[in-house]
């Protein structure tokens, strides 16, 4: 599998970009220094699923960013996507690796330390540890983990995570603090004035809380 | 590809089947005489759409008929389906093909003249006629094609045909006089009282019709 950087990882919500193109706040997001993209797309069709990843795949290869699909393996299959994200609601992993291969990035949400323990083991590529924080982005999380729980998460698991849910400027270098990776965030940039200079800042913090 | 018979093909809809297990009521239409059966779930997780298909296959298998899976191709693949069937708004055929392989079963609805004349310029396997008739199953279809759009799609097609949307006990005759070779139905059969003689029936009929 390539090498891969969860430092700052963009997960999509076309309904937060503020009218924008995706596409576009995608590519000043990842000009300001997002190193992950995931496409995540509830209800568009397979058809513009499939075309939207085949559009950003294009745009993130210059950038040398790898494309993961949310949940669905036949976008990532048809796309060629870097990987793909799956939740405990997703295709089970194992039948997931096996269509995808070994040389493809594979990440899983863990919403407790129950999941973590459980994930330690698959040989996914990282963890999704959500929600860290309540959030307005998905409606359908369990219960708000806290730094706490990333903290015991990361001391447990094996894998490389990162934190995901409410995650913004103001508490960026918790997560990371308390043990991640990497943050996850959506609003933070898919609603942000400037998309760019949002990534920007946020890799500040983080690259500064990586050198604590 | 191993040999199909479209004769009497059932596409399943869970909030039709009156509250009785969805494997139930296929096994029931299949032990009538449903030679294809298309699991189509819009609504489902993955992991409950992957759960199901796998349980339907397991029972289809002891009576040769094959599983089509609606519009995911990642189910289909996971559950190593016999087909995939596939919509004007899911993958590109050509695509679908490339991830399936040659041996699997692959059909394309087609809600025009225009689109049967497309399809010829493809191999997909059969084509879906739809809507025949007004529908209560399908909320978000094209116009009401008629008998006379049958006729018409059956004669320019170079594909074998099944006719969807609004068929029953009662018309099933007239679609097969019309140039399909087989119907599809949903409420007829996952609506029965009993679902097991409701396919009886239409088989009787569909086999009738074919040998006027």
Known sequence: MAAFDLSLYLVTDRSLSLGRPLETVVEEA???GVTMVQLREKDASTLDFYNLAMKL??????????LIINDRLDIALACDAGGLHIGQSDMP???????????????LSVESIQ??????NLDVDYIGISPVFGTQTKTDTAPA?????IGEITRIS??????IGGINLTNAQDIIQAGADG????????????????????????NKSKNK
């Open 115 to 120: 999941d973590a323990i459980d994930a330690n």
């Open 93 to 107: 992993y194992s039948v997931a690796r096996k269509l995808l291969g070994k040389d493809k990035i594979i990440g």
């Open 158 to 163: 094996g894998h490389p995570s990162v934190g």
């Open 183 to 206: 943050i996850s965030v959506v609003s933070a940039i898919m609603s942000a004035p400037d998309p760019q200079q949002s990534a920007r800042q946020l890799k500040e913090i983080i």
């Open 30 to 32: 990842v000009r300001g």
């Open 57 to 66: 795949k294009s745009i993130l290869k210059s950038y040398n960013v790898p």
């Open 145 to 149: 983990l806290g730094l706490e729980g």
